[in-house]
């Protein structure tokens, strides 16, 4: 049966509901959201002469629900016109509408009771064969889905999203007992295709795969804790993105999620679970109980592991909770030998390793975490799943890792670490014996360009499903497909006539190294290929150009040094835009000054939907340089209809400039005129370079003919020149900008105005390119600018001088 999911109903509009629905509404899907009626009016309501039969008054929870949703930092929707796609109303009068709904998804209260009843009212009014899913934490599908009718159960499992769904890419697919094997395989792949998932199918045990590992390594890590003494700051410094895990690290993610969140899972699973031999580490530590009592819940209850002070002189401090005393002291800010010896260690993986081998405090938290953890995961097979590569998936995906626990082990060395887990009092599972004896030393291998998992059953490797789809840098890398590289960047062969481009820098900053590796790959391509991806798996795209060099430059008063980087990098640029093949450029998270550059000079964008992108150079005291001011004029000019008012229309790219404005999403880039029409969205971050590598062989097999540069750029001369000193001025005078940021604003304007000419004129790209460049020019032989370099290299934050 083929399905196509065009509206979605959801049962419940809570924190999980109303982001849900955002996250379908980002994707296209028109959504019902439906809650319970309020008991009466409120006060506000009441005053009007409201009563309970009115509509403002009987959607009041589901409105009020998703307003907050909507209003909430970081957003859960990609664009806020996009919330015209939701509709709103409640079970009463509404439950009936989800006849016409493809989809229903129940995001109630935890309560199996709750959702039953609501079920048993789901089953008047639903249309036989339509999807119906929980989005439960925990509650079996075999008890949720008793006394339901075959069609429901048939077409009923669970389809468990983490919050916040728009930014966790994990989605649990949990089948009931008699769930028709077609749904699954349905939910499977739209879950990936169309909500940029990874889905992941899961036994019917307690809390699944992901809650079940994650949990069990907080709590694990928390009796650890006790165990050594440590401190929240220490742990958090120990735990975060220096071993591939989130920001947030542990204390900081339990007070955002919620405390009470993580209470409820680890409570239920030391219930629930009666044959695991670890049950015992559920069992809540001291401190957390005590935060629980107090209802010290996290953010929000306003305090939980952290506490923000705010003083009656408007400053704040941050305090932390002292295990011991169970009262609040100044925030640490701890120093271990390991980190200090790992700071330039930027593989991630030889840093890990580096780490849990370490003689000193660091280290023996890592290793009791870690092996303690590898234990638990050998033994969870198959209880929990019977492939390995569904718990490391499950776990990156929900909990933001870089690498699973079997990944983990793997870059530890699997023999060596079993032999010191043995010694710790942490053995783990036969299988993984029986692997090491048949000669088998790793948990993954690539073999013929396709990551292998252990396949415990057989004894053998077996692809990972669905991997031949996808282009992944580590298969390259593993399968001998580089080609080229320089210490900053790599190329590689991707198959099918197209080659990539990956850098792999600090903060993927674009310095000399990795503007070799650009031009040298596309003279490659040029040469021997249909086309080129300019891409990479790093946390950011790009951070922009490389600063520091720019700095030193800059101090020593070596201008023409300065001018002939920025030369160079322009010339790039333009040969990325002007090449005699198609280049893609596929950027993602960051893409910010030079990363942003890249991109507007492609022939295609293929942007991850998770898009930050800008041209911030204004906050450092420069312009963009590198064809990021010279493009936006161009766009403008390309762009002008007959009844604009062309300087509205060349203002708003000069105040995306001026302000530094970065996107929020790949759909906001394309309003602010970042992406264009032609430029293309992956919802799905492991398919974007698969789908870049297929934008360029669509282009190549167009008939792709090289472009020839602009010289017809229409700008605006005195006219605009005057307008935007105008406005200058005036902020100025206003003490809204520093008379920096006014000369900064008046090198943008000299140079999207085509400099004083007396009358709008064309001109061509290369004019443009050269005024930017003089602006930047002189703008790095001012002190103000070098203040502001200073400030976002040693301190790390912007400067407003």
């Not at 439960?136 to 077409?155: A, H, K, V, Y």
């Not at 640490?332 to 000193?360: C, M, Q, T, Y």
Request: negative net charge.
């Amino acid at each position: 049966m083929k399905r196509a999911i065009q509206k979605v109903a959801i049962l419940g509009s809570g924190v999980m509901g109303s982001r849900i629905a955002c996250h379908f509404a980002n994707i296209g899907v028109q959504v019902l959201l439906l809650d319970i009626l309020p008991k009466e009016p409120n006060e506000a309501e009441a005053k009007k002469g409201l009563t309970l039969e009115d509509k403002a008054v009987r959607n009041r929870l589901v409105n009020e629900a998703l307003e907050k949703t909507l209003k909430a930092k970081p957003s859960a929707i990609y664009d806020q016109d996009f919330a015209s796609r939701i509709t709103t109303g409640n079970f009463e009068d509404d439950l009936a509408k989800i006849k016409d709904y493809d989809w229903i998804i129940e995001v109630v209260v935890e309560r199996l009771d709750i959702k039953q009843s609501l079920y048993e009212k789901v089953e008047l009014h639903r249309k036989p064969g339509t999807l119906i899913t929980s989005n439960t934490s925990g509650i079996p599908m075999q008890m949720l889905c008793q006394g339901r009718s075959e069609d429901f159960q048939s077409n009923f499992c669970g389809t468990h999203f983490f919050n916040p769904p728009r930014y966790l890419r994990l989605l649990e697919i949990i089948p009931g007992p008699k769930t028709n094997p077609e749904i699954i395989d349905f939910l499977m792949e739209y879950g990936d295709r169309y909500l940029g998932k990874e889905t992941v199918l899961c036994k019917d045990t307690p809390a699944f795969i992901a809650n079940r590992i994650g949990v069990y390594a907080i709590m694990s890590s928390m009796h650890t804790i006790e165990k050594m003494g440590l401190g929240v700051s220490e742990v958090d410094k120990l735990t975060g993105t220096v071993i591939g895990r989130a920001k947030s690290a542990t204390f900081r993610t339990m007070d955002v999620v919620g405390l009470d969140t993580m209470v409820n899972v680890a409570n239920n699973l030391n219930k629930a679970l009666e044959n695991d031999e670890s049950k015992d580490q559920f069992r809540l530590p001291k401190i957390v109980q005590f935060l629980s009592d107090q209802k010290w819940l996290g953010d929000k209850t306003g305090q939980g592991f952290f506490h923000m002070i705010r003083h009656k002189d408007g400053s704040k401090e941050l305090k932390e909770i002292d295990f011991e005393t169970q009262e609040y002291k100044p925030v640490e800010k701890p120093k271990f030998k390991a980190l200090e010896g790992s700071k330039d260690i930027h593989d991630l993986k030889k840093r890990i390793k580096f780490l849990v081998n370490f003689d000193d405090k660091a280290g023996e938290f890592y290793r009791a975490t870690f092996y303690d953890l590898f234990r638990y995961c050998s033994k969870r097979i198959p209880e929990i799943a019977d492939e390995l590569y569904l718990i490391d998936q499950a776990v990156c995906a929900g909990f933001g890792w870089e690498y699973g626990p079997f990944e983990n082990w793997d870059i530890l060395g699997v023999k060596d670490t079993v032999a010191k887990m043995e010694a710790a009092g942490q053995k783990p599972a036969e299988w993984v014996y029986e692997m090491l004896e048949a000669g088998h030393d790793s948990f993954y291998r690539v073999e013929k360009g396709n990551r292998q998992y252990y396949d415990i059953p057989s004894k053998s490797y077996k692809d990972i499903p669905g991997q031949q789809e996808l282009i992944l840098l580590d298969t390259l890398k593993s399968g001998n497909k580089k080609i080229w590289g320089n210490a900053g960047s790599t190329i590689y062969d991707m198959g099918d006539g197209v080659i990539g481009l990956e850098f792999h820098t600090k903060m993927n900053s674009l310095g000399a190294e990795v503007i070799e590796g650009m031009n040298t790959a596309i003279t490659m391509a040029e040469k021997d290929f249909k086309g080129l991806v300019i891409g990479n798996e790093g946390a950011n795209f790009s951070a922009g150009a490389n600063l520091a060099m720019i700095f030193m430059y800059a101090g020593d008063q070596e201008f023409d040094e300065i001018n002939m980087m920025i030369a160079q990098f322009q010339k790039t640029m333009m040969r990325v835009r002007y090449s005699a093949v198609p280049v893609v450029v596929a950027p993602h998270n960051m893409a910010l000054g030079g990363g942003c550059e890249m991109s507007l000079h492609a022939d295609s964008v293929q942007a991850h939907a998770e898009l930050y992108m800008g041209l911030v150079e204004f906050g450092v005291g420069v312009i963009p340089a590198g064809g990021g001011t010279k493009e936006m004029t161009l766009r403008f000019s390309n762009n002008i209809h007959d009844g604009d008012v062309e300087l509205n229309r060349l203002q708003e790219a000069f105040m995306n400039i001026a302000t530094a404005k970065v996107s929020t999403s790949a759909h906001e880039a394309k309003a602010l005129g970042y992406l264009q029409d032609k430029d293309d969205i992956t919802i799905n971050r492991k398919r974007q370079l698969a789908e870049a590598k297929a934008k360029v062989i669509e282009l190549y097999d167009e008939g792709y003919t090289q472009p020839a540069q602009q010289s017809n750029i229409k700008v605006l001369g005195k006219t605009s020149l005057a307008y935007f000193e105008a406005g200058i001025t005036g902020m100025q005078y206003g003490d809204y900008i520093s008379d920096h940021d006014a000369k900064i604003a008046r090198k943008l304007a000299w140079v999207m105005s085509g400099g004083d000419l007396s009358q709008p004129t064309e001109v061509s790209e290369q004019y443009l390119l050269d005024l930017e460049r003089e602006a930047f020019l002189s703008l790095t032989g001012e002190k103000k600018t070098l203040e502001r370099i200073h400030s976002i290299l040693f301190k790390g934050k912007p400067l407003r001088n």
